[in-house]
T-cell receptor, first 118, second 111 residues
Framework: GAGVSQSPRYKVTKRGQDVALRCDPISGHVSLYWYRQALGQGPEFLTYFNYEAQQDKSGLPNDRFSAERPEGSISTLTIQRTEQRDSAMYRC????????????????FGQGTRLTVV | TQLLEQSPQFLSIQEGENLTVYCNSSSVFSSLQWYRQEPGEGPVLLVTVVTGGEVKKLKRLTFQFGDARKDSSLHITAAQPGDTGLYLCAGPGGSNYKLTFGKGTLLTVNP
């Protein structure tokens, strides 16, 4: 696709329910990231995939959060037993062929999923 | 974890004014990036600075990387309402794949 696509754009769920957030990266992009962003703040790293391998999940807040990218393309971030503190904008980003820490590697961000837990 | 502190957190100015926002760290970064995020959108890369003392210009925006590669600044000349947004600096977060962001400077340019 033309850009990183995330769905749904908005999700309202009741506390205790499970939610699955989807990210469709730019075609051919090897690296995929999940970030969480509070309003007016910078994105906070959650997890990173290189192809289908989850290389780093150190930013996931607790074991209710998990992510997968089984075929090295689309990724799903799942939050089990949601809590109100999980409410945030969840952003996915992808980059072409290497990690974002390399100079001149550009991260392409999706529009995000706004999750509200009530 | 390498931290990036941005200042000011909020900035509201009139169209035509000049401004500078800052990104500082106690750690040395191999590179720093600046992103702009408009309301409802994801961050979009503006520039990457790599060499200490480097200056890059993008139309009315001037980016500078400190000599010691611990800080960076973004200067906007003759700001326009279209410059309104959240300006984020980001750098490698202790590895070659993790990008750590500052909290950002929220800029509002009033007509």
């Amino acid at each position: 696709g033309a850009g990183v696509s995330q769905s749904p754009r908005y999700k309202v769920t009741k506390r205790g329910q499970d939610v699955a957030l989807r990210c469709d990266p730019i075609s051919g992009h090897v690296s995929l990231y999940w970030y969480r962003q509070a309003l007016g703040q910078g994105p906070e790293f959650l997890t990173y995939f290189n192809y289908e391998a989850q290389q780093d999940k150190s930013g996931l807040p607790n074991d209710r959060f998990s992510a997968e990218r089984p075929e090295g393309s689309i990724s799903t971030l799942t939050i089990q037993r949601t809590e109100q503190r999980d409410s945030a904008m969840y952003r996915c980003a992808s980059s072409l062929d290497r990690g974002l820490g390399y100079p001149n590697t550009e991260a392409f961000f999706g529009q995000g999923t706004r999750l509200t837990v009530v | 974890t390498q931290l990036l502190e941005q200042s000011p957190q909020f900035l509201s100015i009139q169209e035509g004014e000049n401004l500078t926002v800052y990104c500082n760290s106690s750690s040395v970064f191999s590179s720093l990036q600046w992103y702009r995020q408009e309301p409802g959108e994801g961050p979009v890369l503006l520039v990457t600075v790599v060499t200490g003392g480097e200056v890059k210009k993008l139309k009315r925006l001037t980016f500078q990387f400190g000599d010691a590669r611990k800080d960076s600044s973004l200067h906007i000349t003759a700001a326009q309402p279209g410059d309104t947004g959240l300006y984020l600096c980001a750098g490698p977060g202790g590895s070659n794949y993790k990008l750590t962001f500052g909290k950002g400077t929220l800029l509002t340019v009033n007509p």
